[in-house]
């Protein structure tokens, strides 16, 4: 079965640390994506890839970079983790064209 | 801002069609309509897409209008398990485009 990978399902820092959500896919889709997903808000689009080492922003970027070093792994990274950046944060892939996204299960990260 | 309109939420008695609209009047010729669900707790789930015909896959059937401003999803035979926000977007088919997800319909089937 065809998946969006995302390494934890529940993850606790501190503020102030560094934190890696990784994600990796195992379709050969050209295009990634990480959105973070808040009651209220919704899911809002954070950064996107649609080809190794190129990444875009979407519309809440800033706190978050992000990394695309081989084709099926896309990292969110957390320079330095703030309690407003606690929340569910989703992973997705596609197809370049009209493919559908796929996405991840989530990691609910808390940061304390 | 996402570019439809859903209801808020909707219920849907088990077994019976469910037919979720939206509303895309501001849509584009090079636009497709696409929806996809979240069940609880889980990542968002693709169903289906389309541009301009009536499209059917195992899990439903869209339907949008000859203008092509609005659109409904149909789940012929809801179970409890379809349960869940089902969200309607539009999108260009482009190498960079990106979803932007609106607020959804939250679909109560009910026992």
């Known amino acids: 079965d065809v998946k969006v990978t995302q390494s934890s399902r529940y993850l606790v820092k501190r503020t102030g640390e560094k934190v890696f959500l990784e994600c990796v896919q195992d379709m050969d889709h050209e295009n990634m994506f990480w959105y973070r997903q808040d009651p209220g808000l919704g899911l809002r689009l954070i950064y996107f890839s649609y080809d190794v080492k190129m990444k875009e922003k979407g519309d809440i970027p800033e706190g978050y970079s992000v990394s695309r070093e081989k084709k099926e792994r896309f990292s969110l990274i957390l320079e330095s983790a703030s309690t407003n950046q606690t929340s569910m944060y989703l992973c997705a892939s596609s197809r370049q064209q009209i493919g559908g996204y796929t996405f991840g299960s989530g990691t609910r990260l808390t940061v304390v | 801002d996402a570019k439809t309109t859903q209801p808020t939420s909707m219920d849907c008695a088990e077994g019976r069609a469910a037919n979720l609209p939206c509303n895309h009047s501001t849509i584009s010729g090079n636009e497709y309509v696409y929806w996809y669900r979240q069940i609880h707790s889980q990542g968002p789930q693709y169903i289906i897409h389309g541009l301009k015909n009536n499209e059917t896959n195992e899990m439903a059937s869209l339907i949008i209008t000859e203008d092509r401003k609005s659109s409904t999803l149909i789940l012929p035979h809801a179970t409890l398990r379809d349960t869940a926000v089902y969200y309607c977007?539009?999108?260009?088919?482009?190498?960079?485009?990106?979803?932007?997800f609106g607020k959804g319909t939250r679909l109560h089937i009910l026992p």
């Open positions: 977007i539009v999108r260009v088919a482009n190498r960079d485009d990106k979803i932007i």
